[in-house]
């Protein structure tokens, strides 16, 4: 089965992927930070046992190398905090990997789901009901006065982060942009760099846009707010976008073939060099300026063309020269030719 961020046909639209997270803990537990080792794998054994009968794979994370806990993380499976623990861990995943359920890390139970666009409240409707399942066999750390309890203040509340993923090539790059970041943060709305805060290392144009808080606010205030500055964020960068088609259309085209020959051809790719010629293309199906013979998925590339991923696609441990050389391998073999004019 292919994984959520590999599906085609859908257009490369300027929203990338949405993604709903709830933060839950098991009333009479301490959080799993306070936990000896022993009780973090009795902890995971009840855990476990609650969760037998859901249609789920589960990986013993502390069984995990190095390697393959970073290209969960690059999957967005889990974060680089978990990526870097030794401790007992557990890891549910659909066959999609779209839905997943995180055992024993900052709390007890963290459970997620990804979608491929703009779908946050799809997302929500199945966090819910998967939320509801679980609380059939346990109990949640619940406040009246403070919601849900986590083992940081910031999820307290619903427990829910909202965040969505926009390529913003153009908006991006305006002068001001790192100004309108601190006017949204302001807000209570992050919007970091997928690849880097700093937008200027942000290699392919990725944000990442979420809400800050989870207190004081319902499941469908925080998700309807992302989901406005979300709009109005894609909004601006299609306005940009349009903008410059329109009046250097010859430039942006030129930019765009010669993006996609170096991704055809190259013998050796750096990340920031692959994240860049691929935001490059992402941007033209975008807009109708370079069309594919066959569907590919530019999102999907990018996943899987970083560091550890590209480790998993060979089989074996790369320095970074071997990696330069087999992300341009990847790529050639995922990428299909396109429709000269």
Request: glycine share 8%; with cysteine; proline share 3%.
């Amino acid at each position: 089965m292919n994984k959520w961020f590999e599906v085609t046909g859908k257009p490369q639209g300027i929203v990338v992927s949405s993604r709903i997270r709830l933060a839950r803990n098991i009333e009479g537990h301490v959080f799993p930070g306070k936990m000896q080792e022993s009780e973090k794998q009795a902890l995971l054994r009840e855990l476990r046992q609650g969760l037998s009968g859901f249609d789920m794979s589960y990986t013993d994370l502390r069984q995990m190398n190095q390697n393959e806990k970073k290209a969960l993380k690059e999957r967005k499976l889990i974060n680089s905090t978990i990526a870097g623990r030794n401790t007992s861990m557990g890891l549910y995943t659909s066959a999609d990997e779209s839905v997943s359920i995180l055992l024993g890390g900052d709390d007890h139970l963290r459970f997620q789901c990804l979608l491929p666009g703009s779908a946050l409240h799809k997302g929500w409707e199945i966090m819910d009901e998967l939320d509801d399942r679980i609380n059939e066999y346990f109990d949640y750390a619940f406040s009246e006065k403070y919601g849900y309890l986590t083992a940081f203040p910031t999820n307290m509340g619903t427990g829910l982060r909202a965040s969505v993923d926009l390529h913003l090539p153009l908006l991006s790059k305006e002068r001001n942009f790192k100004r309108l970041m601190e006017e949204i943060g302001r807000m209570g709305i992050s919007l970091k760099g997928v690849c880097g805060g700093d937008p200027s290392e942000n290699y392919g144009n990725l944000y990442r846009l979420s809400n800050q808080k989870t207190l004081g606010q319902t499941e469908k205030e925080i998700i309807e707010n992302v989901e406005r500055f979300a709009m109005q964020l894609a909004g601006q960068e299609r306005q940009a976008e349009n903008e410059i088609v329109r009046t250097k259309r010859g430039d942006v085209e030129d930019e765009i073939y010669k993006s996609f020959g170096v991704l055809r051809y190259a013998r050796k790719l750096s990340f920031k060099e692959g994240m860049m010629y691929l935001s490059q293309i992402r941007m033209g199906m975008a807009n109708g300026l370079i069309h594919m013979k066959e569907p590919v998925n530019i999102h999907s590339l990018m996943l899987q063309s970083q560091p550890a991923s590209l480790m998993q696609y060979a089989g074996r441990s790369l320095t970074e020269e071997e990696s330069r050389i087999v992300r341009a391998q990847f790529i050639r073999e995922h990428l299909p030719e396109c429709e000269l004019k």
